[in-house]
């Protein structure tokens, strides 16, 4: 299987939302070529009739009544916000016009 | 009289509910430990004095009265700070949640509270929980109180140092891929990883979730057994927790007896990379064990290799899912809002300021494992592993009752050694993490020094989803059968601090 690139690196921080430095990117690049080279070892199994399994517990869809039960209050919710106006979160520009 | 810092959390209960100490005499005691070696140490990233004598004075008033106690009630603990504590910080080793407060309590902290336990603060650990070494940390690595030039394992490293020097006698920790038996097994302390479920996650600042478990740490089975008792259980508050009873883990750790029980070795925990020490000390357990009246089993886990590998696409990639939480809008840092960025911008920047390298590291990693052209190849195989893991224990229980190993390939390593070398880094859980993959039961207990290094090694025991008890059943015998040839518990021999 192919190693990773500096460039795909590059695009997965930025999917990843890590505005990444020069050096760290660099330093990444390397580190990861080599983490992939020995994890892709999986892909000796691809091939096979194994179901997958995503998770220990043969659960389903684990519903709860639909009942009001105690909650935080709205300050307890705000309370770790960086920025809070009127009893909401305040965020920096999400539509691009400013 | 044994000093209130090294005795059991048992023989602390007691001497409580009897009168001999109070709770605020023993709270007193731990925090004044910490106060001398913490900042050798570095096993507490926040002591909580006011909120650990409070709860002490609490279970004080609650004798007075005549009311009962709990099994652990007024006995001291250190909580890994993965676990939300209300109005007491919480960072889970990340400057991205530095002076958060959490609003509210983890499931486990409450269970915690109930009991009367007394939580003296919150301990040092890998961000988010990546690592086998502390150093991960973004407030400086802890000491192995063996030798504190050594890491004291991970991610729960704050933990078993906690218990090895003598800060508190119980702890909590978390297990996704060896994080409470690895320490514990390079500092000479019992951990148990539970059944996955066993234990809430609501609260738990998630990792990889559907590896990620809580669990009990100590320096004695029956400890760690009492502690298991008072974390385990339903809780609706948690979709993935069993609604079943709790095995009979204390009774299993009192009772300690082997015989009649099959033992299996597994044949792939070993070879290229294993310490000759810490092979001769695991080899002495199992004859031990063969000499209490178990019968061992070779028993052939051929998916094993695969483990390893199989772990580093499936965490990371839940990973990269968990941690999106952290995008600077609703709690913890955030960085760059001057006013002309954009939130996306501000997220991006604030990440990069907030997380360490190996968090970087696998949140790249784990959006690689689920890209589109990769998924398949990667996460997908990986998921199959998991299937072949889980048939692997399958078929090696149908033969026996529970699984050994050592716990680590190698005793603790010099702090920096493999800092900034992820594989190397990683090769640390090649034993413990089947285990999570599959969702078993696991513990490690101590089983002697490895004779080049004079440090301590940890035998692992595997034992079935919900079985746990048999842990507990192995581990009480081996313990007693041990401190008898010894006489006393290992930790005796490690240095004053």
Redesign the interface.
């Known amino acids: 299987m192919p190693g990773i690139t500096r460039e795909e690196v590059a695009h997965l921080a930025r999917l990843s939302r890590l505005e990444l430095q020069a050096e760290e990117l660099d330093h990444f690049a390397e580190q990861l070529d080599v983490i992939i080279g020995a994890v892709a070892r999986v892909s000796e199994v691809a091939g096979q009739d194994v179901p997958p399994t995503s998770h220990p517990l043969p659960l389903t869809n684990v519903m709860r009544a639909d009942v009001v039960r105690p909650s935080l209050t709205p300050e307890q919710a705000l309370s770790g916000a960086p920025a809070v106006e009127e009893q909401r979160f305040r965020v920096p520009q999400i539509l691009g016009e400013g | 009289m044994t000093e209130l810092i090294k005795r059991t959390a048992a023989d602390t209960a007691a001497a409580i509910a009897s009168g001999e100490v109070s709770a605020v005499e023993v709270a007193q005691a731990h925090l004044d430990r910490i106060d001398a070696v913490d900042k050798k140490v570095n096993a507490f990233l926040h002591v909580d004095t006011e909120g650990a004598l409070s709860a002490a004075r609490a279970v004080d008033e609650k004798r007075a009265k005549g009311e009962k106690l709990g099994p652990l009630a007024g006995v001291p603990l250190a909580l890994k700070d993965v676990f939300t504590t209300k109005g007491v910080p919480t960072t889970c080793g990340s400057k991205i949640l530095e002076g958060?407060?959490?609003?509210?309590d983890a499931t486990l902290t409450t269970r915690l509270k109930d009991a009367g336990v007394v939580i003296l603060g919150k301990t040092n650990m890998d961000e988010f929980a990546m690592g086998s070494s502390t150093e991960n940390s973004a407030y400086g690595p802890t000491g192995n109180p063996w030798d504190l030039s050594r890491i004291p394992g991970g991610s729960g490293g704050g933990s078993a140092a906690a218990l090895a020097a003598y800060q508190a006698p119980l702890a909590i920790g978390t297990d996704t891929g060896g994080s409470i038996r690895q320490p514990g097994a390079v500092t000479g302390t019992v951990g148990v990883k539970p059944t996955?479920?066993a234990v809430s996650r609501y609260g738990l600042i998630a990792f990889s979730s559907?590896l990620d478990q809580g669990g009990p740490c100590a320096r004695t089975v029956l400890d760690t057994a009492l502690l298991h008792e008072a974390i385990a259980g339903y809780d609706?508050l948690d979709?993935?927790s069993?609604n079943a009873p709790v095995p009979a883990v204390v009774e299993a750790a009192k009772r300690g007896e082997v015989r009649g029980m099959r033992i299996g070795v597994v044949k792939e925990f070993a070879g290229e990379g294993y310490q000759a020490g810490v092979m001769q000390r695991f080899n002495e357990s199992v004859e031990l064990l063969r000499e209490l009246g178990a019968e061992i089993v070779e028993v052939s886990c051929p998916s094993f290799t695969?483990a390893l590998?199989?772990y580093?696409?499936i965490a990371p990639s839940e990973a990269?899912s968990n941690l999106?939480r952290f995008?600077?809008?609703?709690?913890?840092?955030?960085v760059g809002?001057d006013?002309?960025?954009?939130?996306?911008?501000?997220?991006?920047?604030t990440?990069?300021a907030g997380?360490g390298?190996e968090v970087?590291?696998r949140?790249?990693?784990g959006?690689?494992a689920l890209?589109s052209g990769y998924y398949?190849?990667?996460y997908?195989?990986?998921?199959?592993?998991?299937?072949?893991i889980?048939r692997d224990f399958d078929a090696a229980f149908a033969g026996v009752d529970v699984l050994i190993s050592p716990t680590t390939p190698t005793t603790a390593f010099p702090i920096g050694e493999r800092a900034d070398d992820?594989?190397a880094m990683y090769l640390a859980d090649l034993c413990t993490i089947p285990s999570n993959?599959?969702?078993n039961a696991a513990m490690s207990l101590p089983c002697g020094l490895a004779p080049e290094d004079n440090l301590p090694v940890g035998l692992q025991i595997i034992a079935p989803?919900m079985a746990d008890d048999r842990l507990y059943r192995v581990g009480g015998a081996v313990e007693a059968a041990l401190n008898d040839k010894w006489g006393h518990p290992l930790l005796e021999e490690a240095p004053a601090l």
């Open positions: 958060w407060i959490p609003p509210y996955y479920g559907s609706p979709s993935t069993i695969l590998p199989a580093y696409l990269s999106a995008d600077a809008m609703r709690y913890g840092l955030r809002d006013g002309t960025r954009s939130a996306e911008d501000v997220t991006a920047l990440r990069e997380f390298a970087k590291r949140i790249i990693l959006t690689y890209s398949d190849a990667y997908g195989s990986a998921q199959k592993v998991r299937t072949l889980s992820p594989m993959l599959a969702g989803a």
